[in-house]
Structures are given as structure tokens and as C-alpha cells.
DNA sequence: CTATTCTACAACCATATGGTTGTAGAACTA
DNA sequence: TAGTTCTACAACCATATGGTTGTAGAATAG
């Protein structure tokens, strides 16, 4: 699943059908490649379940999952506690994670 | 950088190296592959910034570098704020998101 | 009905990837 | 000094990856 983020493509599927549906030709048309191509990405994308497809006529319109970014979050998160942890055996946490608190 | 998350050894190096140093030889024992293999997974691990190494003697210490993780939640909050976002339109949030709140 | 659009999928190609073995040097150990 | 350990790196190999073109069928438009 991180390999299917591992295209900045890819990503950028993500990010747009995140927002809205699109059709598989209507994302086809926004790459300089073929429409072949962009739908081996979604494809990848459908695999790892961060997008998925509905039929809608001819069209399939794909759509963003959040559900599975979600599941990466978890393994992220392990990491940062990990590292909290061997940070707190030297007793001081040098840099504050940026996330909390603030917005951004 | 999700390149170099998408394998699971590299996952693992990372996992290991956030909790502590270890040199390369430690790493590659670790694994059903080859010391040279591993040291390639290394080697991906610290142009992606996701590790660092320091030398001591004649070893190489690998220690995870929490920085480059955090900017992967970047990459994800952005999807998930984009989502989020879209499920507004519809003026409902069908699914809330499990981070907030609990610490698990 | 005919033409066009959208999708699916096969075949193919160049290059990247993840693995191997082998060689060589630097740094410890005895 | 001699042997061992740790690392670096080159060469090689099989397979995966990201792209292409081409064919074909289903759905829509005219």
C-alpha cells in the first residue's frame, strides 16, 4: 500500500478523487501519458484499496478512499511513539512534534 | 520516500532503528538475506532522509530520523483534510476519524 | 444504424528493483 | 603481525514497474 503512494501520479490521483469523483478518462486527460497508463494507476490504486470504482454508464467513476490512508497513519504513529520512547530513555525529547496542537 | 516505505524489510529497519542504533552488520542479521542486500535497504533508507547513520570504529550506526516520518503525515492530513472536505458537501461525515480523541 | 467515447486487456519494451556473489580496504582482536 | 569483522562497492541476474500501442466490446450520441 505505501508502494501504491510511491508514484507521485498515483498520489495525485489520490488527491483529486479524494475531492470529487472523476472518470477514469476525465483523470486520463490531466497526465501527459497515455490513457492506458493512468488506468494501470488506478488499478494499482483499486488494489490497495485507496481508491475505489463505481460504474456509472460507460464511465467508472473513482473515488478516494480514506479509510485505508487512515491505516497508514497507524503504522506512522508507531513509529513516532517508538521513537518518543528511546528519546525518553535520554530523558529529554529534543524537538516538540509539530503536529500537535497547532492547525498546520 | 513512500518508495522507500513500500518494502517491508526497509519498514522493519526503520522500526528497529527508531527504538535504537544498530550498526548495519547487527541490522543484517536480522534478515534472511544477504549483509550486502540489507546494506542496499540502508542505503535507501538514508537518501530518503528516513535514517541516518554515524560511524563508530569500524562500524556504521543506523538510527531512524523521525523528521521525514512526520512529513508523510503531512501528505496523508492533506488527503484527509480534502476528504473531509468533500464529505461536507454532502453535509455529512459518515465515518469519524478514529485518531481523534483515543490514544489508539 | 453509425460513429464516437469509455473501458478493458494483451503484448511489448526499457529501466528500476531486490536480490546474489566477489573483491578490497579499514578497524578491531588475539 | 596475522586473522577476523565490518563496511563499501562492482558486476551480475531475474523479475517488477511504468510506460507504449493495438484490439475489442459496451454504452452513448447523432
Known sequence: MFHALADGTRRDIIVRTMQSELSVSALARSYPMSFAAVQK?????????????????????????????????????????????RMSQFGEVLADDPREGANE
Chains 1, 2 share one sequence.
Open 41 to 85: 494507476h488506478v488499478t494499482v490504486l483499486e488494489r490497495a484499496e485507496l481508491v475505489t470504482k463505481r460504474p456509472k454508464g460507460r464511465e467508472q467513476l473513482v473515488s478516494g478512499n480514506i479509510q485505508v490512508v487512515r491505516d497508514a497513519f497507524g503504522l506512522l504513529d508507531r513509529l513516532e511513539v517508538l521513537w518518543r520512547s
